[in-house]
C-alpha cells in the first residue's frame, strides 16, 4: 500500500510537470508573438481604429486558471489510484 502511494505522487508530479511545460512554452508562444506583432501586422495597425485596443490574452483570470489545471493534471493519479483502492476494498467487504 506505500508503494502504491509513491507511485502514485510520482505520476502526479510528472503529471505536474508535464503541465508546466505546456504553459511555460504556450507563455514563451505569446510573449513572442508579442514581440513580433508589431512587424509582422504593420499595415493592420496603420489603418485600424484609433478605438481597437490590442488584446493581451493574459490576465489574473487565465493564470488562475493555468495553475488550477496543473492542480488537476497532478491530483489525477492520485484520485485514480484512491477511487479504485475504495472500490476494491468495497468489494471485499462485501464478500
Do not use: C, Y
Not at 15 to 42: G, I, K, S, T, Y
Request: a positive charge; glycine letters at 8%.
Amino acid at each position: 500500500m506505500g508503494q502504491e502511494k509513491v507511485e502514485a505522487f510520482s505520476e502526479s508530479i510528472g503529471a505536474m510537470n508535464a503541465q508546466m511545460l505546456r504553459l511555460n512554452q504556450e507563455a514563451a508562444r505569446f510573449m513572442l508573438n508579442q514581440w513580433w506583432a508589431p512587424w509582422l501586422n504593420l499595415w493592420p495597425s496603420v489603418f485600424a481604429s484609433p478605438f481597437q485596443r490590442p488584446s493581451t490574452g493574459v490576465g489574473p483570470k487565465r493564470v488562475g486558471t493555468s495553475l488550477a489545471r496543473v492542480v488537476d493534471k497532478g491530483l489525477a493519479p492520485v484520485h485514480r489510484r484512491a477511487t479504485g483502492n475504495a472500490r476494491r476494498l468495497r468489494r471485499l467487504r462485501a464478500r
